[in-house]
């Protein structure tokens, strides 16, 4: 059997003003999940449109897959039509899928929807007889007996971050905006792999450095634990993202450090209690954001920081509160997003209600444009303010001024350097990209992490002789220079 899997390019990635760099830093880790379970002798190939380009002309497998994010959805369609017309048989699956299925159905022979680890090999199963069934539901969730994932299909020297890794799948949260109820739909929405499949899953990684992409890695206090216990010793380098409830847990932290965490993508999203109260984000409502961040200093820990505007209660003065919040509390980067009611969605439905979205062009729901009416400012307003909001927050001065929040030298430093890396050096990211050579980045970064990542007091997980605030010593040398941002 032939099989060709296609992450069809995302809109904003084909623009001419788009960052490269962006969309070459992590593999297609769902398709190469899901090749896991073909059977050996299958021909397949993974084709990330990102990173290359895809010879559609001169190829007719037995089987398409493709994976539609909701700004690929259009390109993905056009894939799927194109590979139908000349007889191939189409399997559509992934977030969009998900939300708009009916939608996904006018292009795919077979479309699936939530995670795939339960239907697609009932699926292989039922095609291998001839009698595949025109929609799959997913509803048995579990991680266990995951086959390993094909990672020889990926080419690695084209992304940054190789070694992109998911042992959860889902959240134990609820936020409004969040694909996630919609995704999970039809059984569990939070779930771990057994902490041993994942430690080996771990150890089948080369080189030092790993990018946890799981929506939660923090989720559940026992699993992590464990992981991040079974990892100490492992010698890598790793980043993740977590809520400001789980930086603040007593210990969890401190046994992530010592098992060599350096970054921590944070959901702060709003500074207003109103807006986190509507969106159900309760988890961060009474959370001490300040704490949060001298926690993760304080561990060595470089902070990724989420935001969200357009919210109900934010107005025109949001971006520049929002902004100046973020560079005197020393965040090192951030990641700004125009709220984006995705179907689905509670936050959908509410706005659909009420009249407020102003249009169905998926390619613009991309968190970078107004796809609905605020409520206390115009479209127009609250896109100015998002890319104001941006280029505010990476200013040199606003560089330099983060920097100096930080109490202690290497700090300072690390925030500069990891800062203006990012965001001031883009024709030279463009220049690696366009030279195919982003994992050639890799080694440098990993050189960069160990020499000057060296902590003078490394964090140590708290035992019963030794509790969690001494656990941490708060002055420790700053550990990790740079691990590139989230993935948003
Ligand atoms: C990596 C990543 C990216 C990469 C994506 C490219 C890549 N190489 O994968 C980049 C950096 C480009 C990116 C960009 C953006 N992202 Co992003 N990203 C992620 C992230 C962190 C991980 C994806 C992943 O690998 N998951 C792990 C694998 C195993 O799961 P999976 O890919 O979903 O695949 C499984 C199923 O979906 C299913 N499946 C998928 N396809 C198919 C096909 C078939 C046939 C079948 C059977 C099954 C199937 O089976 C797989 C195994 O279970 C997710 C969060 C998350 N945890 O998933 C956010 C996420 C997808 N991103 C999100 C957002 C908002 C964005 C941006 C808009 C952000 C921004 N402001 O720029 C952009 C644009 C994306 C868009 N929606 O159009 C949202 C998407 C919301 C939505 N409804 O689309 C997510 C869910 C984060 C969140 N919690 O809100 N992102
Ligand atoms: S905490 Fe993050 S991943 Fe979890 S439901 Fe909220 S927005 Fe989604």
Redesign the pocket.
Known sequence: MRVTMV?PA????TSPHFRPI??S???????A??AGYLPADAQVAIH?E?VMPLALDDDTPDLA????????ARRAYALADAYRARGVHV?????????LPDEAAAHGD?I?L????D??PQ?LADFARGEPRRR?QSTVRTLAGLPPIRRDLIARHLYLVPN?I?VS?G?PHVCDF???EA?FTGGKGFYTQAVDAALAEIDRLPGRHLYF???HLFGDRRFATALFDGMRGMGRLWQA?GTVNAVLAPDLLERAVAAGLRSLFVGFETLSPVNLTAQRKFQNLKRDYAAAIRRLHDCGVMINGSFVFGMDDDDSNVFARTVDWAVSHGIETS?F?IL?P?P?TPLYARMAAAGRLTTSDWDV????HAVFTPARMTGAELEAGYWRAYRDFYRWGAIARGAAAHDDLLGGLRHAAYAAGWKKFEPLWDVVIRARQAGAMLPMLEAILSEFGRRRNPPQAATPERPAAAAASPHATRAGLLAEP???
Do not use: M
Not at 91 to 99: D, P, W, Y
Not at 114 to 117: S, T
């Open positions: 992450l995302l809109t904003e990635a962006k969309y830093l992590f593999p297609p880790l769902g398709l999940t899901l990330d990102h897959v493709i994976q539609v994010y909701i700004t690929n399997a559509l699956g992934g977030l969009h899928v998900t939300s077979t699936f939530g995670p795939g680890e239907t697609w699926f799959y992109s998911v799948r959240c969040c694909y996630k995704f992409l799981d929506d993202a990641t997003h984006t995705y689905g729901y991309d968190t970078r989230g993935p948003s």
